[in-house]
């Protein structure tokens, strides 16, 4: 990412790996991220009962709000369109590093559902 972001967990719990680094953050954490480093985020949904995780991400300088809004065109119409979703990224600086090996790290044995 060409920006630095900063995660703020209003509710739930997630698990983030940073620069190869994996750690959980719950509500009230904050989480930051800086530029060109690489991310992912894991959100636990067991039931569709549940609640919604709830992240606000601070971003500095601002921008990817453009980016957010190009690719909740694409998802609308067709999720699987990775191509669509790959040029809008690397557009943004965005690259796709494939898939992340998570490590179970406990992070939502104590949700209540």
């Not at 009230?28 to 480093?37: A, H, I, L, W």
């Not at 300088?61 to 909740?72: Q, R, W």
């Not at 690397?90 to 494939?98: E, M, Q």
Request: aromatic content about 12%; charged content about 20%; proline content about 4%.
């Amino acid at each position: 990412m060409k920006d630095d972001e900063l995660f703020y967990i209003i509710d739930g719990n997630v698990q983030f790996i940073v620069n190869g680094s994996q750690f959980c953050a719950s509500a009230g954490d904050y989480v930051y991220v800086p530029r060109f480093v690489s991310q992912g985020i894991r959100v636990y949904n067991p039931t569709n009962s549940m609640k919604p995780v709830k992240i606000q991400i601070m971003l500095f300088p601002s921008g990817l709000d453009n980016f957010l809004d190009e690719i909740a065109l694409i998802y609308n119409q067709d999720r699987t369109n990775s191509t669509a979703i790959n040029i809008i990224s690397r557009k943004y600086g965005i690259v796709d590093l494939g898939p992340v090996q998570w490590k179970d790290l406990h992070c939502f044995e104590n949700i209540s559902i």
